[in-house]
């Protein structure tokens, strides 16, 4: 190789190594620009756990057999007309039954919220916190509840998975089936119904 071969081959490598050190200075992170990333990912870190709670709050999912979600009753769960009220403790509510069909009453007072209970000597539901009276179809009596007992929605599935009826409003019952005890009986506790206001 000639000097001047040699120096041709040098002019042409220099460009080489200097577009390298050209690539070098973008990829340099300045202070600022760190402490705007670092600023930027302890965000994420927070906001990500943050939104996914929310979401999981957002949207529950109440199983079967827990409050929120449904509870399946049969015939045998169900109390005789006008015996006293059953009472399930995982769903928050009475089963009642009069001569126009069973009803689930859900088992807080409309007052101020407090957990009234069956006074088998009165036949009626007596609230401990105020003394707010209903009778056993959730009918306000006395007291300073604003409402009656508010219900949760009930409907009665048959053996073929029809609905055969469904709680129609406030104070309103389901008719039993005791002819068919393959009738089967779902109290939604994530839809309740508010009670009737009284005068």
Not at 11 to 23: C, F, I, L, R, V
Not at 53 to 62: C, E, W
Not at 75 to 86: H, Q, T
Request: glycine share 10%; net charge negative.
């Amino acid at each position: 190789m000639t000097d001047t071969d040699a120096a041709a081959q040098a002019e042409t490598d220099q460009p080489a190594a200097n577009d390298k050190s050209a690539g070098e200075a973008n990829v340099e992170v300045t202070r600022r620009e760190f402490m705007n990333i670092a600023w930027l990912a302890s965000l994420g870190f927070f906001l990500v756990p943050f939104g996914g709670a929310t979401i999981l709050f957002a949207f529950p999912r109440f199983k079967e057999g827990e409050f929120g979600g449904t509870f399946r009753l049969t015939l045998a769960d169900i109390p005789e007309i006008n015996a006293g009220p059953n009472v399930n403790t995982r769903g928050k509510f009475w089963i009642t039954r009069t001569e126009d069909g069973v009803r689930a009453i859900y088992k807080v007072c409309t007052h101020l919220g407090c957990l009234y209970n069956w006074q088998e000597s009165d036949d009626k539901f007596i609230c401990p916190c105020h003394g707010s009276q209903f009778e056993r179809d959730s009918t306000w009596i006395l007291g300073p509840a604003p409402r009656s007992l508010d219900l949760f929605n009930l409907q009665a599935i048959g053996p073929d998975g029809t609905e055969l009826a469904a709680t129609p409003g406030p104070n309103a019952a389901v008719p039993v089936f005791d002819d068919d005890p393959g009738v089967v009986y779902i109290v939604d506790t994530g839809n309740r119904i508010d009670g009737a206001q009284h005068e």
